[in-house]
């Protein structure tokens, strides 16, 4: 049996959509129900009604999954837990088990400085790792 090829098929006339000839409604859809729904409670009996609930409930959780937004969600967990602890720990003064803590002075500006980085006094120190800022040229490139 011979498959129609491309060129066959595109010379074929198009078929008319059902959708053009007349607006899809319950009298006239071609994809009828297989279940009437919603079903009628009243006539399930108890153990086919937990049966429905439970596949409605997880129908309704799998239409709703969204990977994206539960990501979102738990980043910004994980950030305001971690600004918590940083306020708590750098910022705050409290009783702990009977103890006042206080941070110190120090710790509260290396917190500010970004532990360092940033700090006005380092600002203009080089790694001693570092390569020269201006290396001199020892031997010349070309002659």
Request: glycine fraction near 2%; charged fraction near 30%; hydrophobic fraction near 35%.
């Amino acid at each position: 049996m011979l498959r129609p090829t491309l060129a066959r098929r595109l010379a074929q006339t198009a078929k008319e959509q059902l959708s053009k000839s007349a607006p899809l409604t319950v009298a006239n859809n071609p994809y009828k129900a297989r279940k009437v729904w919603p079903p009628d409670f009243k006539e399930l009996t108890h153990q086919q009604q937990l049966r429905f609930e439970k596949k409605y409930k997880r129908r309704i959780a799998l239409a709703n999954y969204s990977p994206r937004w539960d990501k979102g969600v738990k980043y910004a967990q994980l950030l305001t837990i971690a600004a918590a602890l940083v306020w708590l720990l750098f910022y705050s003064e409290f009783e702990w088990w009977g103890r006042q803590y206080k941070p110190s002075e120090e710790l509260r500006k290396h917190a500010q400085n970004l532990f360092g980085v940033l700090d006005p006094e380092k600002r203009y120190e080089r790694r001693k790792d570092a390569p020269e800022v201006n290396p001199s040229p020892r031997t010349p490139e070309s002659k």
